[in-house]
């Protein structure tokens, strides 16, 4: 069985730093593509952040570049979205995801966490 779990979230002011990790299980974590997503209230899901299991450069959303920075461990089964300069509009629940494939360009996963929520405050 698939667990896929977020954590690390919380209240943040703007300007600030927050770390969320996940924790992957039941799966060979080094070979999947992990995904970090985000929903705001009223708004649709959104891609943020993706590192793919071959290696090469991560993948943003043009609005995180140069403040977030996704990473994994493979050896503890844990992907990590560090989030720097954080602003009021990043506020969403974080879903961290899990797929089989190496496109970052394709942003269909497999298993998902339930969500953390990161709240920045102005």
């Known amino acids: 069985q698939v667990q896929v779990v977020e954590s690390g979230g919380g209240l943040v002011q703007a300007g600030g730093s927050l770390r969320l990790s996940c924790a992957a299980s039941?799966?060979?974590?080094?070979?999947?593509?992990m995904g970090w997503f985000r929903q705001a209230p009223g708004n649709e899901r959104e891609f943020v952040a993706a590192i793919s299991w071959i290696g090469g450069s991560p993948r943003y959303v043009d609005s995180v570049k140069g403040r977030f920075t996704i990473s994994r461990d493979n050896a503890k089964n844990t992907v990590y979205l560090q989030m720097n300069s954080l602003k009021p509009e990043d506020t969403a629940v974080y879903y961290c995801?899990?797929?089989?494939?190496?496109?970052?360009?394709?942003?269909?996963?497999?298993?998902w966490g339930q969500g953390t929520q990161v709240t920045v405050s102005s």
């Open positions: 039941g799966l060979t974590f080094r070979r999947y593509t």
């Open positions: 995801a899990a797929k089989g494939g190496y496109d970052l360009r394709d942003i269909t996963y497999d298993y």
